[in-house]
């Protein structure tokens, strides 16, 4: 089983003692110190952004082309509440409050195994896989709920929606949805684009990083305009337990079946090949997460 670590953990953790060695060596006195916890924070903040905040935002800026009107409106207003009027604005505020709630990491994925033990399926198994309701499948209905409820107080309901536009985004990210007993694969330590990373940090943002976006809404634009009818009736249709199984399948016969996986140099078409599988996934989130908007908020 997975340890209950944040994605890029490992990643977190190589880059600190990295950054620290450098310090230590050359670190006199207070003022030293506090230059040098400088890159510590970049690296913890670099590491610390699931799909990366570039997958976010893309996901939240298709989402926006698919609102209806009146759930636009209710959007906008309690968005208004913290002077944001944006989806992709509140998008990564479930990455940045990690740090200080602690036990949400969890919230963020969950560990569908590659290899399932005997007599257990293929698939999402909300009692093998999410005993006591604390992974992405689970906290996406939870959420759903509070903003629904138009009693709660708006703060509560603004919160509800910041976790429902970041986990639907997580929940279509593959590595989320699987486990090879690699913490999603972010024990796997390989090489892409000249850079030491991890597998599972490749497909949060390497893969989009390495396509050179220059301008992220204009792409999200194009790929919101690339929808067929067709696509977004079959996207939207089912749960959240449905979303996670069809990651778990992109996870388990891609990038843990066919494609290479071992540690090491990943191959240079690999982001070419990547960047096809991460464009349907995040126009998948923009429509599923705009349905769950749309229907909490009708
Ligand atoms: N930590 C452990 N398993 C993980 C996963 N599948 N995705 C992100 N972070 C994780
Ligand atoms: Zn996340
Ligand atoms: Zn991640």
Request: proline residues 7%; hydrophobic residues 40%.
């Amino acid at each position: 089983m997975s340890q209950p670590e944040s994605p890029g953990v490992a990643a977190i953790s190589v880059s600190l003692r990295l950054t620290m060695l450098g310090c230590s060596r050359r670190a006199r006195g207070m003022a030293r110190a506090a230059v040098c916890a400088l890159p510590v924070l970049f690296a913890l903040t670099a590491h610390a952004l699931a799909w990366g905040s570039e997958g976010h935002h893309i996901a939240a800026e298709i989402a926006e082309q698919f609102l209806e009107p009146s759930t636009a409106h209710q959007v906008r207003e309690l968005l208004a509440v913290d002077n944001e009027t944006t989806l992709a604005q509140a998008s990564t505020w479930a990455d940045e409050i990690r740090p200080q709630r602690p036990e949400t990491a969890r919230w963020h994925y969950v560990n569908i195994p590659i290899n399932p033990p005997d007599g257990t399926p293929p698939a999402y198994d909300a009692r093998r896989d999410c005993p006591t309701g604390d992974c992405v499948v689970a906290k996406i209905g939870a959420f759903e709920a509070v903003l629904r409820n138009k009693a709660a107080p708006p703060r509560q309901r603004l919160e509800a929606l910041k976790w429902l536009v970041h986990l639907v985004a997580d929940i279509n990210q593959p590595l989320h949805c699987a486990d090879n007993q690699d913490r999603g694969g972010n024990d796997v330590h390989v090489d892409f684009m000249g850079r030491r990373t991890n597998l599972h940090a490749v497909w949060d943002s390497g893969i989009l990083a390495a396509a050179h976006i220059s301008d992220d809404r204009a792409y999200a634009l194009e790929l919101a305009h690339s929808i067929s009818q067709a696509e977004a009736e079959k996207w939207r249709s089912g749960t959240p337990a449905d979303w996670a199984d069809d990651s778990y399948g992109v996870a388990r016969n891609l990038i843990y079946g066919v494609w290479p996986h071992d540690p090491g140099a990943l191959p240079d078409s690999y982001e070419q090949k990547g960047i096809y599988v991460v464009q349907v996934q995040l126009e998948k989130t923009g429509v599923r997460l705009a349905a769950v908007l749309n229907q909490t908020l009708p």
